[in-house]
């Protein structure tokens, strides 16, 4: 949102302000010392832990609030306020007045300015940080390319996405999108001159007005975080830019048109109706960009991976459960052109078209009318080899090869509610597996990843993988 604040909060300036030494992300809050999620005030340049730790920065605020008992507040306490910070590790901006993010600046761009410093502080604490690496790794093994630092595995040469605020599901799908060669190689070679221009030989972009009032193209930006992700300059890329534009002018799929999005996760559906009175059958195509998986319910948190007793649900039960006939219960009668009226039908989805990558979406989030939780089942999928064939309305058709599909990414989500956790992703690079969580990226292995509750899963068909379809 535009915050109308900035003007009498915002009144630092870099040159100015008095910040921490070293990295921003790791500054420790003046209260409790926490070095997880640091603000700084915007008015004096103090430093608190967030909203998510123990709220001193939410705390700072509330206590500039308070009016003065012993003496009048003086003509500069009345303008200025500690109302705005902003998040050291995402360089995101929140106005406490406001109670959220925000994404404009003041008339003389002081946000930017702040934010434009504590990357320059950020960038030469990596390139220190970097440079002492190479000398441990001078004297290591380089096979894996890893290094242990405070007790985790860092994954070199992988960059991480900054959360700019409620933005981890964004950050995994772009993290998964990066790995997947098919799609993120298309954006990677269009060439930067000519989409800042608006052309891009022929394809179709959206542009929206920036704050500089110069032309932004979604489709550039996008490239721009794309290509951040894996050059290995920087620990953390900031997608602010891309935030941005997507917030600011919110695309869809206009028109149907052909994209380069339909083009490789785009399929096609069967949907036959029959009715149960009369037998008239009814068929429709529809088309697809993931496919919604229900688990089903007899697995619903019944088994987790390590539990021993019980039948384990896996990603066939799930796929069965959306093809197999189902019988439309009493709120979903079907309009029978035959006999004029509505009758109790039954339906049956068959897939008639496979995308190049496949993506499909467990529904883990269930709501009733009374209740909404989240379903925790463990569902078990494979890494490699998941055939489709069976699903296919004319499976003769199809090729021995063109049915199987590798895993590519999987998302998933942490915690047990609804309308909060957390959302990271695992991802397969050059024939190794990473843990995208939103600034941190890990390198992991295959048992790690088989292990876990899976949300999204981005399945890419082996002959588009191997580059025999070409877009």
């Excluded at 308070?66 to 995402?90: A, F, G, R, W, Y």
């Excluded at 242990?148 to 409620?166: E, H, M, Q, Y």
Aim: net charge positive; with cysteine.
């Amino acid at each position: 949102m535009e915050c109308p604040h900035l003007g009498s909060s915002v009144c630092i300036a870099p040159g100015s302000a008095r910040f921490p030494q070293g990295s921003p992300s790791s500054w420790c809050c003046s209260v409790c010392r926490s070095n997880k999620s640091p603000w700084v005030c915007l008015t004096c340049s103090s430093v608190h832990c967030g909203r998510y730790v123990n709220g001193h920065a939410k705390k700072h605020y509330e206590d500039a609030q308070i009016p003065l008992t012993n003496h009048k507040k003086t003509e500069k306490q009345e303008k200025v306020q500690h109302t705005v910070c902003m998040d050291c590790s995402s360089y995101s901006t929140y106005c406490y007045r406001c109670d959220d993010f925000v994404v404009n600046d003041t008339k003389l761009g002081l946000v930017q300015k702040v934010r434009e410093h504590l990357q320059n502080l950020e960038n030469s604490a990596f390139t220190a940080d970097r440079h002492r690496k190479r000398k441990l790794l001078e004297n290591s093994s380089l096979n894996s390319k890893l290094l242990k630092v405070n007790g985790s595995t860092n994954a070199l040469c992988a960059t991480g996405l900054r959360n700019l605020g409620n933005t981890c599901f964004m950050n995994a799908i772009l993290q998964s999108l990066s790995n997947i060669q098919q799609f993120c190689c298309y954006f990677k070679e269009l060439p930067a001159v000519e989409l800042r221009n608006g052309k891009t030989a022929g394809r179709r972009t959206y542009h929206t007005r920036s704050q500089g009032d110069n032309n932004v193209s979604l489709v550039e930006e996008f490239r721009k975080t794309l290509c951040a992700l894996w050059q290995g300059s920087q620990t953390a890329f900031s997608p602010e830019s891309l935030f941005y534009v997507i917030w600011k002018i919110m695309p869809n799929f206009r028109n149907g048109a052909s994209t380069v999005v339909t083009a490789i996760f785009g399929g096609i559906l069967q949907n036959e109706v029959n009715c149960l009175i009369c037998g008239t059958e009814s068929r429709k195509f529809d088309p697809f960009l993931d496919l919604s998986l229900d688990i089903p319910s007899q697995f619903r948190n019944k088994r987790t991976k390590n539990q021993e007793n019980g039948p384990m649900c896996t990603l066939r039960d799930c796929l069965r459960s959306f093809t197999d006939l189902e019988e439309l219960d009493e709120t979903e009668l079907y309009m029978c052109h035959k006999c004029k009226k509505k009758q109790k039908s039954t339906k049956k989805f068959w897939i008639q078209k496979l995308p190049k990558v496949l993506c499909l979406h467990l529904k883990r989030f269930h709501w009733t009318e009374y209740l909404r939780n989240k379903v925790d089942t463990y569902v078990e999928f494979p890494l490699r080899d998941l055939d489709m064939k069976c699903y296919l309305l004319e499976p003769e058709n199809s090729g021995p090869e063109s049915c199987r599909y590798d895993l590519a990414a999987v998302v998933v989500h942490h915690g047990s509610g609804v309308g909060s956790g957390h959302y990271t992703a695992y991802a397969t690079h050059e024939g190794r597996w990473f843990h995208f969580n939103d600034s941190t990226v890990t390198l992991t292995d295959e048992e790690t990843v088989v292990k876990a509750k899976a949300y999204i899963l981005f399945y890419v068909d082996r002959q588009a993988k191997s580059g025999s379809d070409k877009l």
